[in-house]
């Protein structure tokens, strides 16, 4: 299931995976279904209605968990948890809490609860004013860092529950004490409470606590547990779905198929449930589940690359592999010869005929050329003369060549030549080099984790720049971009840097910010550095550059500029302004 | 060449002995003559097959077991496991042994049996009933004792006595015995309410092999699974390979990894005891009998699995010209093993589903091993040189007629226990004589008896006689050898064997004199040395100075290799071979040896901790009666684990035979972790139980820092051990492609699985997918800049093709704490050295990579790092300085973090 999702006030375009299946909850008119590309609001077959982002107010794009607390949706998110409340379509946001992955959220006395990634969140409604919150203290567990990544949180035998990485936790006195489960099975992933009995589903298999007796099915690694129909279900991640059946662990009979669960949720006999494998649903007690299948669009939310060739956006994934937009249309590229992990997309155009699309990933470099049958791809491997199989970095020099920066040097590409390493032979005390390009002089640049290195293929010594030559302010340098004489070199930690390339090579340091790999561009006389936290804009003759402010989108990680829109991809998917 | 030097002494034996006719002349491609000649006459018997064996005659292949015969056979290979076919249906025909996954072509003419090597490894030995003949590239060979033939391409062979490698021949010597369960170990519980014991199940095996320098350190996985509702106590029984060190034992308790601890036997004994009496959770491993090892595992819980792991080292395999790593997994007596996986040095190579057959696995090691290996401890420098040297002699040719000779059997008051495996050598000995050959038995103990005057042929009567002469003296009185050696001194023969404990009780004990008694002799001595007494102290000298070779010998094997060696080695030899000894350095072999033409020596020494390393060493000896003396000119060291157990370990054996005190074993045993005769390994249940019974855990902290070296050499911002904690198979991140931010694990589940899942503690689940050019399943992650810095681990759940779910953890680290250092110059001369030193952070390992020093000039000057966290350096201004100069020092550390301090020069 994935889908565009065109918000409300139209200024925006995003572009979301809605594949991955993490909450589902059963609505009177249809389904909702927190996913990792977003809340999805769908009709009865399971139709997308609805897609909203954190664009659209929530507070982050990945949706963590979904709860239903006295008629209430909770929705919580990567970056907190809010009550949410659908009206006509659009979604109303009524209070939460901020800044922690939510995965469930309970009502227990007049409280509500988060369970976070950072422990449990108290949030107490005394009277009509700001609710106060304040976090439950815990205790027992040697791993701090493990019981605070509470996953789930439940109601039995009157005492409140709190399932952690760390073990399985009850509230007495108004702190969580660690409850011991069984050696092994100390992640709990899911509760579900039934009466007096505690229903526990871990990584290690499927539990039962009433009162002080612990009991055993297996089952592997749960993620979740529940009641279907009366009975109780479990799945996880492989091992399907299963019930207890005379006190035995069997497989559940007529389950959705879903292998990877991560979502499972009944109510009056309609049913969702879904994973890393997508979504299923199912209409009543006695229908059967049907699994919705999924619509073209972007392939992964972990984009790692962008290009432009004319009307046509190529996209590369993290894991993913390669896609296209063009003309409002997304086509995956499917190719045994594209392996799935994408680091870098260059558009070489060629006159007279279809540009050519180079792909380095962590297997090679694949050039995919259109054709009007379609596309053909060539690779070129370690096989084929590359120094190493990763390739992190691609640019095209100015005679038409390709330069790539790879795991173990870099190598200038030509058609029906072998290619030419640079590294070794240039005395390069160079590994990974994550950006490549040419300066105005002719002179390769050459980003490795060591500093930036300045040359020629012939030259036998390079000039390296560094923090010890005080030109970076990181050493690590994850982007390069040239721009007449000068030269911009984007670091992991320590922001952009422009060298004036002439006689004599000075730096400018300006912005600081963490530079993601290939995560500059220029544009017109702007340059735009894509960091860890937003899209940053810089006129190129200026010395600081400012946050943009159009849209906020965390984790940028490519810009790209299609048909004069400008395209910008990020760690939760792609965004669009309807403006330049 | 060697094989050129070999031909030349085959056909030296052929016209010495007279017996067929010379048919080196035989020119051309091998097929070429294969085709043309008749297929083998004799029938063709299956001795002994252990995998599946075929043999073709015309057209087609027949499968055959053991007991069947063939006539016409073509050609016969071996699949799975090697085999022993005999060439004629006689009792005395050639023997051909198959390696396996092995293919050779036969043939016969007037001349006798042809057998061309076509693919893989095989060992003849001469038999009565026929000539037989290696056919290759450049001809024939004759074989008149027994050769080992490698296939090498183009039709090429490579063709050696078995005698003067004959470690290269275990594979052979072992389709002999018995199978007796190598590869894995099996475990045994009482069954339920009853005295009868049976077999637990073996759901995985998995065998890792990383090697280091020539040796290879093997660590076979087992878990078991208990069936019944109820708690029990098993025996864990282990056959560790013919050689191999034992030095680790770990066990699953209560989800984590628990390593073993040499400990005192008798004290790891009563602690054992205790503690199960306590119902916790111990485990014993000691020594049962021949290569067994017996653990005592407590408990085995109802219906769970149990985790063992038994770590030993064993020397890589010299083949040719290259090394291979050898593994044999004999038919499991237990039933099947549920899955079986073997990776060598990460690489995958074999991955099965329930195992009930037997596999032989022979994988050549690509990397080139290093010439000087060296590994730097806390108390010295411990090194290990390969040494071969070059024993060419010009005009050399091997004894040309029937060799004499006389075998001692020790038949003193000692040789009590070990009389039955006395004859048993004498027998083995007896059989590979060529038929040239004549023999006399010796019995000696304060006298002398013979089997009869002068010399026999090596016949199966004569044998007989000489059985019965020995089985008929009384183990009794002491042993003199000084009046053994006069005894042989007068018997004139060409060759002494001696069987024997080796120890002289009686008359003159002095080494250097029965050395020179032994030496007055002038030929070869070589030594079987049997029983429990049996020492090497006097015999290796004995041996070494007289051109022979010793040998304890505790198993059939060492008796096959033993026989070999001292039968079937007619070559070009240095006899005294002897190393001078660095200057403060402790080298082992200690003593004179006997080094054969083509064999290698791997010397091994401790050096002070600030002793620089020797340049050369010199060998001295005597070839042909001539004075040889070569400088081997040393390479330059490879940091090597293990050098320093493999020096302890000659060191053990040396104290042992010179009855070194037990204390004194115990505490060399323990620093090395290096099991002796006095130590066992004993598993406890945590901390606070070795920390109650005073047991030092030093074998837990060498796992801990070999994790933490690890950790600080992988990839930076976030670097993994090895998934071992709860894991079965290794699942492992490749820091070696992979830079921070975007690490990627690599997990070798096997292709078929169903799945393969990763979750991260950051809540991302994903689906690893296949990758076809690493064999193994690969995910991507990203870790968010706001992580905490901290440990962390990645669950991994494999569901595997029969719908089984397998978890595993792999932890890793998040650093983004920037090295923090100390920098020190240190004015020399004209020059400062200079050194900067990483202070720990916590626990945190010191992880700095690269150290660099900003020169007054600009230009930058980057640190050695000499041990970790440690980096130095010299630097010698070009002119005067004046003023006070103060430098910039930048460290980096695997995470890529940096820090920066200033250095102000005295």
Redesign the interface.
């Known amino acids: 299931m994935t889908f565009v999702a065109a918000i409300a006030n139209a200024a925006i375009a995003v572009y979301t995976n809605t594949t991955?299946v993490r909450a589902c909850q059963p609505l009177d008119d249809g389904f909702l279904v927190g996913t990792g590309g977003g809340l999805v609001w769908t009709d009865k077959s399971g139709a997308p209605k609805k897609v909203w982002t954190k664009l659209d107010g929530l507070p982050a794009t990945?949706v963590?968990g979904i709860a239903m607390v006295d008629g209430d949706v909770y929705v919580g998110t990567?970056k907190g948890g809010v009550r949410v409340k659908l009206d006509k379509g659009a979604v109303m946001i009524d209070g939460g809490i901020g800044g922690m992955?939510v995965?469930d959220v309970v009502k227990y006395g007049d409280a509500i609860y988060y369970a976070t990634?950072e422990g449990v969140r108290i949030e107490q409604h005394k009277g009509p004013r700001v609710p106060s919150s304040k976090d439950v203290p815990f205790k027992g567990g040697g791993n701090k860092?493990?019981r605070a990544?509470v996953s789930s949180l439940a109601i039995a035998d009157g005492a409140l529950w709190a399932g952690t990485?760390g073990g399985l936790y009850k509230m007495r006195n108004g702190v969580f004490e660690l409850v011991t489960i069984e050696?092994?099975a100390?992640?709990v992933t899911s509760l579900y409470a039934d009466g007096k009995t505690l229903w526990i589903a871990t990584?290690?298999g499927l539990y039962t606590r009433e009162g002080s007796a612990v009991r055993g099915y297996g089952g592997?690694?749960l993620r979740r547990v529940t009641k279907v129909d009366g009975a109780i279900v479990a799945a996880?991640?492989?091992?399907g779905y299963v019930t207890i059946d005379r006190g035995r662990l069997v497989s559940y009979k007529g389950a959705a198929k879903i292998?990877?669960v991560?979502a499972l949720t009944e109510s009056n006999g309609v049913a969702c449930t879904g994973g890393?494998d997508g979504l299923a649903l199912r209409a009543s007690k006695t229908a059967a589940w049907t699994t919705v299948k999924a619509s073209a669009g972007i392939q992964a939310n972990?984009v790692s690359a962008l290009a432009a060739d004319g009307e046509t956006l190529w996209v590369g994934s993290?894991?993913h592999g390669l896609s296209k937009l063009s003309k409002g249309v997304w086509t995956t590229i499917e190719s045994a010869q594209i392996d799935?992990?994408v680091n870098a997309i260059l558009v070489e155009p060629r006159a007279g005929k279809t540009s050519r699309i180079w792909v380095a990933t962590?297997?090679g470099i694949s050039i995919v050329e259109p054709k009007p049958s379609g596309i053909s791809v060539s690779e070129i491997t370690k096989s084929e003369g590359l120094p190493?199989?990763?390739v992190l970095s691609l640019a095209r020099l100015r005679d038409g060549r390709i330069l790539a920066g790879t795991?173990h040097g870099a190598a200038i590409l030509a058609d029906g030549a072998r290619p030419i390493a640079i590294g070794l032979k240039q005395n390069l005390e160079v590994k990974?080099v994550?950006a490549v390009a040419e300066d105005s002089q002719g002179n390769l640049w050459l980003g490795a984790?060591?500093g930036v290195f300045r040359g020629k293929p012939d030259d036998s010594a390079w000039t390296?720049y560094?923090?010890?030559?005080k030109h970076l302010r990181?050493?690590?340098v994850m982007a390069i971009v040239p721009d007449g004489a000068q030269v911009f070199v984007g670091t992991?930690k320590g922001g952009v840097t422009r060298f004036a390339v002439g006689d004599v090579v000075t730096a400018t340091q300006l912005g600081d910010g963490?530079i993601n790999p290939g995560g500059l561009r220029i544009d017109g006389s702007t340059l735009y550095a894509s960091t860890?936290e937003g899209l940053r804009t810089s006129d190129v003759s200026a010395t600081t550059w400012a946050t943009n402010d159009t849209f906020t989108v965390a984790?940028t990680t490519a810009t790209a500029r299609v048909g004069g829109k400008l395209f910008v991809a990020s760690?939760r998917g792609i965004v669009s302004p309807a403006g330049p | 060449m060697k094989t050129n030097v070999l031909k030349t002494i085959l056909l030296a034996s052929l016209v010495s002995c007279g017996g067929g006719a010379k048919h080196d002349e035989i020119q051309g491609n091998v097929g070429t003559v294969v085709a043309t000649r008749p297929a083998m006459k004799a029938t063709l018997a299956a001795i002994t097959v252990r995998g599946e064996l075929f043999a073709k005659q015309s057209d087609t292949w027949t499968p055959m077991i053991s007991g069947n015969t063939l006539p016409d056979v073509r050609e016969v290979k071996t699949e799975r496991r090697g085999a022993i076919v005999a060439l004629g249906d006689s009792a005395d025909a050639p023997l051909l042994y198959l390696r396996a996954n092995s293919h050779v072509a036969l043939t016969q003419d007037g001349s006798g049996v042809h057998v061309a090597i076509l693919e893989g490894r095989a060992r003849l030995r001469r038999g009565a009933s026929v000539s037989s003949y290696i056919d290759t590239e450049s001809g024939e060979v004759i074989v008149t004792g027994d050769v080992l033939v490698d296939a090498r391409p183009k039709g090429r062979a490579d063709v050696r006595p078995t005698g003067a490698r004959p470690s290269a021949a275990d594979w052979s010597f072992a389709l002999q015995q018995p199978e007796t369960g190598a590869g894995v170990g099996r475990m045994e519980a009482r069954v339920a309410r009853s005295d009868k014991m049976e077999n637990i199940e073996l759901r995985d095996v998995m065998v890792d092999v990383k090697t280091a320098g020539d040796q290879a350190i093997t660590e076979v996985t087992h878990i078991f699974h208990n069936a019944i509702d109820e708690r029990r106590e098993g025996t864990f029984r282990f056959p560790v390979p013919d050689g191999a060190l034992l030095v680790g034992l770990a066990m699953e308790i209560?989800?984590k990894m628990v390593e073993g601890e040499i400990v005192e036997r008798e004290k790891a004994r009563a602690v054992y005891e205790k503690i199960v009496d306590e119902m916790l959770d111990p485990a014993l491993l000691e020594w049962e009998q021949g290569n067994w090892f017996k653990l005592r595992v407590f408990p085995l819980e109802a219906k769970a699995d149990k985790k063992v792991v038994i770590r030993y080292v064993t020397q890589l395999s010299k083949q040719g010209n290259g090394f291979e790593y050898d593994y044999s997994l004999a038919a499991p007596e237990q039933g099947e093993i549920g899955s079986f996986h073997l990776t060598v040095d990460g690489k995958p190579q074999l991955a099965q589903k329930n195992i009930a057959k037997g596999i032989d696995l022979s994988v050549p090691i690509a990397t080139k091993i290093p010439d000087v290996m060296t590994e730097k401890r806390a108390d010295g420098i411990y090194t290990a040189v390969r040494i071969a040297p070059h024993l060419a002699v010009p005009g050399f040719r091997t004894s040309t007629g029937a060799r004499d000779i006389a075998i001692v059997i020790d038949t003193s008051r000692s040789s009590l226990e070990s009389r039955a495996q006395e004859l048993e050598v004498l027998e083995t000995t007896v059989r590979q004589l060529a038929p040239q050959d004549k023999f006399t038995v010796i019995a000696a103990d304060v006298e002398i008896q013979r089997s009869w005057p002068g010399y026999v042929a090596a016949s199966e009567q004569a044998l007989r006689e000489a059985k019965k002469m020995i089985e008929g003296i009384e183990p009794d009185g002491a042993s003199d050898l000084a009046n053994t050696f006069a005894t042989l001194d007068a018997a004139d023969p060409s060759q002494v064997i001696y069987i024997g404990d080796g120890i002289a009780t009686w008359g003159e004990q002095r080494t250097d004199e029965l050395a020179k008694l032994a030496k007055k002799i002038g030929v070869p001595v070589d030594a079987a040395l049997v029983g429990k007494g049996a020492s090497t102290a006097l015999w290796a000298e004995l041996s070494g100075e007289t051109g022979g070779r010793s040998m304890i010998v505790k198993s059939q094997l060492d008796e096959q290799r033993f026989a070999l060696a001292a039968t079937q080695a007619d070559m070009i030899r240095l006899t005294n071979a002897t190393l001078e000894v660095p200057a403060g350095a402790v080298l082992f072999p200690s003593t004179a040896t006997t080094l054969f033409e083509g064999e290698e020596m791997v010397a091994v020494m401790k050096l002070p901790a600030d002793a620089p390393m020797p340049a050369s060493m010199k060998l001295t000896g005597t070839i042909s009666g001539a004075p040889y003396t070569e400088n081997i000119q040393l390479a330059a060291a490879v940091p090597t684990d293990r050098v320093g157990q493999r020096w302890a370990r000659q060191m053990l054996s040396k104290m042992e035979a010179s009855n070194a005190g037990k204390e004194e074993v115990v505490a060399l045993s323990t620093e090395f972790g290096v099991m002796s005769k006095y130590t066992s390994l004993l598993v406890l249940e945590n901390d606070e139980a070795y920390k109650k019974y005073e047991i030092d855990r030093k074998n837990q902290r060498e796992a801990e820092k070999a994790q933490q070296l690890a950790q600080a050499t992988t990839a930076?911002t976030v670097t993994g051990g090895d998934l071992d904690s709860?894991g079965a198979r290794e699942a492992s991140l490749s820091p070696d492609?992979?830079?921070?931010?975007?690490p990627?694990i690599k997990i070798p589940a096997p292709i078929d699985a169903?799945?393969v899942?990763v979750?991260f503690?950051?809540?991302e689940?994903?689906?690893a997918?296949w990758?076809t050019?690493i064999n193994a399943w690969m995910?991507?992650f990203?870790i968010d800049?706001q992580t905490?810095d901290?440990t962390?681990y990645a669950?991994v759940?494999?569901?595997h093709s029969d719908?089984r779910?397998e978890?595993l953890q792999l932890p890793y680290t998040v650093d983004t704490k920037a090295p923090i250092i100390t920098a020190k110059a240190t004015k020399v001369g004209a020059g400062y050295h200079i050194r900067v030193k990483q202070t720990r952070d916590g626990t945190r390992p010191k992880d700095a990579e690269?150290v660099?020093i900003?020169l007054p000039d600009?230009s930058?000057m980057k640190l050695g790092m000499t041990e970790w966290g440690v980096f130095e350096g010299d630097w010698t201004p070009d002119a005067a300085l004046t003023g006070p100069i103060t430098l910039?020092v930048?460290a980096?550390d695997n995470a890529?973090n940096?820090s920066?301090i200033e250095l102000v020069l005295p």
């Open positions: 991955e990945r963590d990567e992955s995965r990634d860092q493990a990544r990485a050696s092994g100390n992640e990584t290690n592997g690694n996880g991640l492989g091992g292998a990877m991560q890393l972990d993290f894991d799935h992990r962590a297997n190493a199989r990763g795991m990974n994550w984790t060591n390296r560094s923090v010890a030559t990181d050493d690590w992991y963490w860890m984790d760690r | 209560d989800g930076p709860l492609e992979v830079q921070p931010g975007d990627e169903q799945s899942v979750s503690p950051f809540g689940t994903k689906l997918v990758d050019d995910v991507r990203l800049q905490p901290g962390y669950r759940t494999i569901t719908g779910l978890v690269r660099e900003v600009g930058i910039q930048f980096r890529l940096q920066t």
